[in-house]
């Protein structure tokens, strides 16, 4: 008999309970109460009413909305499964002796670096035919705050420093929107290309605040939805859950990975359908490069049959903190770095590059069909994972406290994690520096931050008007560096995504042209 299962027969058995919280009987024990305090009790997680006597009746209201939320007994389970999974050597485990690793088969991938110039203009072709013809629609993750970045709100709503001071919400809608143009321009049809985002409890009112007041960025209201993860209770590192305050359970995002029950509870998957979607792009929200809705990705994708798909850039060396993309004995999933053994991650191909070298960009393609066969039959099998984390919250005495080192564990799920349950899948390869600068840290980190993702940007822009026949020069008539290179007066520029979306369409505005930084060709 497991753990979950001894408890439930232990409080059927009618095993002692610990008496309620001072103030709870107050005129009778209500049954509703009792069931909670029982349940509880039968979990190990008793210690969640400690203050229920001090608490007023919205506090309590709102607490206990929060435990019958919450999967209670599954928690300790799930917790340990995680940790068991996550520790070394264990047989069978990616990067672990006796498990094969190998890259996808070529048939399997594309490339935008190296296919042929026939099969990418196909390819792009066939995904501009299905955004006009109204088959897409894309997901954002954006369930993260900006707090690695220093700053209260939502990572969406953060403005790296562009010329334009346009946050990463209003890049990603104004890409989308030059998507639906160029989609019309090539096949005289405008299909609805709805965004579904998803938020978590503290993303989700910020963001939608942010669209009200600036008109949903141009897009139809009507094609921007949003839709909320679920929280789940952090939990001490013997499965615990944690009260942040003496009415409030310590609660947290439940990964990306949380998208698939989220898009089903939500009622997103039943909305698609009605509308006719067949293919989902999803992103995350810190890519400030992210190419939203691909034409070229998406063409690959549906040409070769797939029901799920992702991008990948080349691993810059074998330490490189990114997941590899590749056939875990026979099936497709990412392989985190930290679960790659040393050997396995330096081995060479006969090219002298990285055998294992597809890094994930948290890029991926899904034909809806998969969607509702994941929501339906797989997202209960995918694992949990854990993250270490310091987790403020309220001692015995109900004293707050503000930890200084990790106290704590949230518990996630991976989107990648149904990778292996696709029929088909493939991957495609991009450059880098054309459409993967992430997010992550503050300025002080250097690398993954607002200096670098707004340098990564200009440079782009920097290559486009170069390639359009444009020159930009200093002061003195010579080539201007580019943003990318070390400069003590680097090249300012910054072409509107309302303009171009990924260079095209740029040779009325720059060619035979001469520019002076700052380059900057604004909204139309």
């Known amino acids: 008999m497991g753990d979950q299962e001894a408890a439930h027969g232990a409080a059927a058995a009618g095993a002692a309970l610990p008496p309620l919280p001072p103030g709870s009987e107050e005129g009778g024990c209500p049954p509703w109460l009792e069931a909670l305090r029982r349940r509880l009790h039968g979990c190990g997680q008793q210690h969640a009413l400690a203050f229920w006597g001090e608490l007023a009746g919205p506090q309590r209201e709102a607490l206990a909305r929060e435990l019958a939320e919450a999967d209670l007994e599954a928690l300790r389970p799930s917790l340990h499964k995680a940790v068991a999974a996550g520790q070394p050597g264990q047989p069978g485990q990616p990067g672990q002796p006796g498990a094969a690793l190998e890259p996808l088969p070529e048939e399997l991938c594309g490339s935008s670096i190296a296919s042929d110039p026939e099969s990418l203009r196909d390819w792009e072709q066939h995904g501009l035919l299905q955004v006009a ?21 939502p990572k969406g709503l953060y403005d790296v420093g562009l010329p334009s001071h346009k946050p990463l919400l209003q890049l990603q809608a104004q890409r989308i929107l030059r998507l639906q143009r160029l989609a019309e321009e090539r096949h005289g049809k405008r299909g609805a290309l709805p965004w579904y985002i998803m938020t978590s409890g503290h993303t989700r009112e910020p963001t939608l605040a942010f669209l009200r007041e600036h008109g949903f960025l141009g897009l139809c209201e009507d094609d921007v939805r949003l839709f909320e993860q679920r929280q789940i209770p952090a939990l001490t590192p013997d499965g615990k859950v ?77 330490g490189e903190a990114v997941g590899v993309l590749c056939l875990a004995d026979g099936r497709a999933r990412v392989v985190e770095y930290t679960e790659l053994g040393d050997e396995q991650a330096r081995e060479r191909d006969h090219s002298g590059r990285l055998r294992l070298r597809a890094g994930n960009i948290c890029v991926h393609h899904f034909t809806l069909d998969f969607l509702k066969l994941v929501v339906r039959e797989f997202e209960p099998q995918l694992p949990f994972h854990v993250a270490h984390k310091k987790i403020a919250h309220v001692d015995e005495s109900g004293n707050r406290v503000e930890p200084t080192k990790p106290n704590g564990i949230k518990m996630e799920k991976f989107v990648f994690d149904v990778f292996p349950f696709a029929k088909k899948f493939v991957q495609f390869e991009v450059r880098r520096e054309d459409e993967f600068s992430p997010l992550k840290n503050s300025d002080s980190a250097g690398v993954d931050c607002p200096s670098s993702s707004r340098r990564h940007q200009m440079a782009l822009h920097y290559r486009w008007i170069q390639g359009a026949g444009g020159r930009i020069v200093d002061e003195q008539g010579n080539d201007a560096p580019s943003p990318a290179e070390e400069s003590e007066t680097p090249t300012i520029c910054e072409i509107s995504p309302l303009i171009s979306y990924s260079g095209e369409g740029l040779e009325s505005h720059v060619k035979g042209r001469t520019f002076r930084s700052p380059v900057i060709l604004g909204d139309p």
């Open 242 to 318: 944690i009260l942040e305050t003496r009415g409030r359970l310590a609660r947290a995002p439940d990964g990306n990975g949380g998208l698939y029950r989220a898009l089903g509870d939500s009622g997103v998957l039943a909305d698609m359908e009605a509308r006719g979607v067949r293919y989902v792009h999803a992103y995350c929200v810190d890519n400030v490069l992210a190419r939203v809705g691909d034409p070229l990705f998406l063409g690959f994708c549906v040409r070769k049959g797939a029901d799920c798909g992702a991008k990948v850039v080349e691993k810059q060396s074998p």
């Open 133 to 153: 013809e109204g088959r897409v629609a894309i997901v954002l993750l954006a369930g993260g705050q900006g707090t690695r970045l220093g700053v209260p709100y």
